[in-house]
């Protein structure tokens, strides 16, 4: 089972209604869409969260069990949820505004981590805003430490820079947690925000050198690259009509633990090892995910059979 850390809110999604805004309440959540993204795969999958007993907390805990994520790591609270209002503008990344203080997906705390989990769990992802609010931030991060070298750890920063503060202070904290990584996705408007003026595939070589056997690089429609101790696969995007581009990264991430999970490289020795054409073929499914979820409102990553269906046209 690849074990999915972090928040479950919802996003607030911008629709056209003529001359007056609206927007539509949608499951999201870095964390929660790479979840439902590996259910939708059927990528064995739990949720490790907190969320609220709220109407939209009910809807974020439906949206799982939908998708066949195993919620018995789920944990509830009174708070309410996370709202995150989404704004779209073309031809740029979607810019969140996140109503979150005193919410349920960021008061899971150390004391409410597991002993340990079940041999089951293979793998473990992380990522984004779970890991810079506080209370969650420890607990996640905790977990983070505790399982390094136990079972693999996948990290998608997600960065969004509203939310983490100095910029060198976050690099800093951001460089310790890619070195307990194994797999490390980040996207090239990450790398642009982080890192300005350096070139993401040498940030990818200098990340790969602290630790983790792969780190992947997003580049929107021009689609990913990813780097081993092997050498480096760049594969180019899907061309598509793009409705808008919310949860196409996490879409990305969730194909791609699912395409290794399924190739038998979700291991530490398999990621270290993976050949040219093994990665190629996990990144290329990685992006015809991404592809399709854009050509749709919200984050709405696709089903297996979609994949299927998309593959062959």
Not at 180 to 197: E, H, I, N, Q
Not at 248 to 274: M, N, P, V, Y
Not at 290 to 308: K, S, V, W
Request: glycine share 10%; net charge negative; charged share 20%.
């Amino acid at each position: 089972m690849i074990l999915v850390c972090g928040e479950a809110l919802i996003d607030l999604v911008p629709v056209s209604t003529g001359d007056e805004p609206a927007y539509v309440a949608r499951a999201g959540g870095s964390s929660l869409n790479v979840a439902m993204g590996l259910g939708r795969l059927g990528a064995p999958v739990g949720f490790l969260g907190r969320v609220s007993t709220d109407h939209f907390g009910r809807m974020l805990r439906s949206r799982l069990e939908a998708d066949g994520v195993d919620c018995r790591f789920v944990q509830e609270g009174d708070e309410p949820t996370t709202l995150a209002v989404v704004h779209l503008e073309a031809g740029t990344e979607p810019v969140f505004a996140f109503y979150g203080e005193g919410t349920a997906d960021r008061m899971f705390r150390v004391e409410d981590l597991p002993a340990d989990f079940p041999d089951e769990v293979t793998a473990l992802h992380l990522g984004s805003i779970s890991l810079v609010r506080e209370p969650g931030a420890s607990a996640f991060e905790a977990v983070m430490r505790r399982e390094h070298g136990r079972r693999v750890l996948s990290l998608d920063p997600n960065v969004r820079p509203s939310l983490v503060g100095e910029r060198s202070a976050y690099v800093t904290r951001l460089e310790g947690w890619v070195s307990l990584a194994d797999v490390v996705k980040v996207s090239r408007a990450d790398f642009a925000w982080l890192y300005p003026g350096v070139a993401p595939e040498a940030v990818a070589e200098s990340w790969l050198a602290r630790g983790p056997g792969l780190v992947v690089v997003t580049k929107g429609h021009d689609g990913s690259v990813g780097v081993t101790a092997g050498g480096r696969v760049e594969v180019p995007g899907t061309p598509v009509a793009v409705s808008d581009t919310v949860g196409a990264g996490d879409a990305f991430t969730s194909a791609l633990l699912a395409s290794l999970h399924a190739a038998g490289r979700l291991e530490r020795a398999g990621l270290q090892a993976i050949p040219p054409d093994a990665l190629h073929e996990c990144l290329a499914f990685a992006n015809r995910a991404a592809a399709i979820t854009c050509t749709r409102a919200g984050a709405q990553p696709p089903t297996r059979a979609e994949m299927d269906a998309a593959s062959v046209a």
